[in-house]
Nanobody, 124 residues
């Protein structure tokens, strides 16, 4: 079965850093765009960042300059480096994959696969 499995979530203090990993299984995602979304209770799942199969990236304004997405095709793994964390970054973070048919997209409804999500808590 095809799965996206996130890891690395934790509770950190404001200003701290964290690295999330997304390790798909069941197939390779080399030609897929891989992204991260996040969600807090009562809010819609929002776009965070995405990276294409060629390495182009897009970031939400809220995380630009603080978060970095990267991928290792050899390991079939995608990473999200979260720096300068703020309390408002607290959310469940979801890994997502898009086939890229139709071009790059940041829309939640266009994602083909989703992970179960992993909690990141930023507090004192």
């Amino acid at each position: 079965q095809v799965q996206l499995v996130e890891s690395g979530g934790d509770s950190v203090q404001p200003g701290g850093s964290l690295t999330l990993s997304c390790a798909p299984s069941g197939r390779t995602f080399g030609t897929f765009d891989m992204g991260w979304f996040r969600q807090t209770p009562g809010k819609e799942r929002e776009f965070v960042t995405i990276i294409t199969w060629t390495g182009n990236t897009v970031y939400a304004d809220s995380v630009k300059g603080r978060f970095t997405i990267s991928r290792d095709h050899g390991k079939n793994t995608v990473y999200l480096q979260l720096n300068s964390l703020k309390p408002e970054d607290t959310a469940v973070y979801y890994c997502a994959a898009n086939s890229h048919i139709g071009g790059i997209t940041t829309r939640r409804e266009d994602m083909d696969y989703w992970g179960k999500g992993i909690l990141v808590t930023v507090s004192s």
